[in-house]
């Protein structure tokens, strides 16, 4: 098994397991948007998209932006999100060493800190990200979407 940043030719594969992050969400029909997006994903500085990999075949995967910050001596901060484990290789300590490198390449880069948001109220999804070292009460998240008479079709999720 290893842990690296994607590439290219993992997009297919990352799109399977968003499937099964977000079954509902709507698939994106433009070909040309999904390359565009993907190569704007992997050609940003400040974005880390990581996956790990088994014979070829990517198994879980997160995203951390390295965010550049004013406060905190400069320090940047970090923020993981579409964190996702193939259905069938779950609690197999996948993406506890995924999320461990992450955190890793953070605190490589002078991150003071990393924050994540679960959607998920089980209590086995936040135990498991606490034993990774995500801990709750800490700050409080909270999250703003458009207004969905602002959404343009099928370019935005609707949850």
């Known amino acids: 098994m290893q842990v ?6 993992d997009l297919k594969q990352v799109l399977g397991l968003y499937q099964q992050l977000n079954p509902s969400d709507v698939l994106v029909s433009h ?17 880390r998209f990581y996956v790990l990999e088994k014979d070829l075949r990517i198994l879980s995967t ?8 004013l406060s905190r001596g400069c320090a940047p901060y970090g923020l993981v999100e579409n964190v ?3 259905k069938n290789f779950r609690r ?14 953070a605190w490589r880069s002078g991150c003071y800190k990393v924050m994540l948001l679960t959607g998920s109220k089980r209590p086995e999804t936040l135990k498991f990200y606490d034993k990774v070292g995500f801990k709750a ?8 979407k458009p207004p969905a008479d602002s959404r343009q079709q099928g370019s935005l999720p609707s949850n």
């Open 4 to 9: 690296r940043g994607a590439v290219h030719s």
């Open 31 to 47: 070909e040309e948007k999904i390359e565009q997006t993907w190569n704007e994903i992997l050609n940003a500085p400040y974005i």
């Open 62 to 69: 997160c995203v951390m932006s390295i965010i550049p910050n």
């Open 84 to 86: 996702v484990t193939d």
């Open 92 to 105: 197999q300590g996948l993406a506890t060493q995924l999320l461990k490198f992450a955190l890793s390449e």
């Open 137 to 144: 009460g800490q700050k409080t998240g909270l999250v703003a």
